[in-house]
């Protein structure tokens, strides 16, 4: 009898990240997490502590230095590889960063974390996907794909061109029998929303609610199981048909 199946996510201490972890973990998974943050008491999946790896996305050198580390962390295969860490500067007063607000640094900042980390992630660790069969989830969002009121234009372009990356590396590792998809979640209920969400809500989404963490979570899970298993290159919306 094989024993768990190992997950490996990046951000991990919150909203989306920290609602997978949880559920994973009732799933009888083998849960590793990577973050900037350290681990957090108020997580108490089984052996977080110990599972947990300082892990840097937007140092890309240190993402490259780490490798050996989760490698050795992970001791085997790795079934599933959720790339879900994103970050979405705003300006002072929490508005809105676009073209004309945005500079090279805050642009190299967001591509590392939202895209280059996730694309060296998975060639560094494709030979333990490659030994599971296993697969990869790119966390993308609706700002991708359309002007978002609050999501500024460095977030908005790497999350356009994650999607890109996820059907580029579905084709790549679909041969080996590693499958990669997107999910693109929409207005989920987390710490992070920002004031005059309600609005979208009420003009934008048919159904006049805000998406659970919990059903982000569960939309990740079922992508890791046999049910999907012919399921590849996809970017799955998740956001109550506000794409519409």
């Known amino acids: 009898m094989s024993g768990p199946k190992t997950l490996l996510l990046t951000g991990a201490s919150r909203g989306i990240g920290h609602a997978t972890v949880k559920h994973f973990n009732a799933a009888g998974w083998r849960v590793f997490t990577a973050s900037r943050q350290d681990w957090g008491a108020e997580c108490p999946w089984a052996e977080g502590q110990q599972n947990h790896i300082h892990l840097d996305l937007e140092d890309i050198d240190s993402v490259e230095r780490s490798l050996p580390l989760i490698r050795e962390k992970l001791g085997g295969p790795l079934h599933a590889l959720v790339n879900n860490a994103g970050i979405s500067p705003k300006s002072a007063g929490g508005g809105r960063l676009g073209v004309l607000e945005s500079d090279y640094a805050t642009w190299l900042r967001v591509f590392n974390v939202n895209l280059f980390s996730t694309a060296l992630l998975a060639r560094g660790l494709f030979e333990e996907l490659k030994a599971a069969q296993g697969t990869i989830i790119n966390v993308t969002s609706i700002a991708g794909s359309?002007?978002?009121?609050?999501?500024?234009?460095?977030?908005?372009?790497?999350?356009?061109?994650?999607?890109?990356?996820?059907?580029?590396?579905?084709?790549?590792?679909?041969?080996?029998?590693?499958?990669?998809?997107?999910?693109?979640?929409?207005?989920?209920?987390?710490?992070?929303?920002?004031?005059?969400?309600?609005?979208?809500?009420?003009?934008?989404?048919?159904?006049?609610?805000?998406?659970?963490?919990?059903?982000?979570?569960?939309?990740?899970?079922?992508?890791?199981?046999?049910?999907?298993?012919?399921?590849n290159g996809a970017e799955i919306h998740i956001n109550g048909g506000q794409h519409v």
């Open 146 to 231: 359309r002007v978002h009121p609050f999501a500024g234009v460095a977030y908005a372009s790497s999350k356009a061109a994650l999607a890109a990356l996820t059907r580029e590396m579905a084709y790549d590792f679909g041969r080996h029998g590693v499958r990669v998809n997107a999910i693109a979640p929409g207005e989920i209920d987390t710490a992070i929303l920002s004031s005059g969400t309600e609005l979208i809500v009420e003009r934008d989404i048919p159904m006049h609610r805000l998406g659970k963490p919990e059903e982000v979570a569960s939309l990740i899970h079922f992508l890791c199981t046999n049910g999907a298993s012919y399921v």
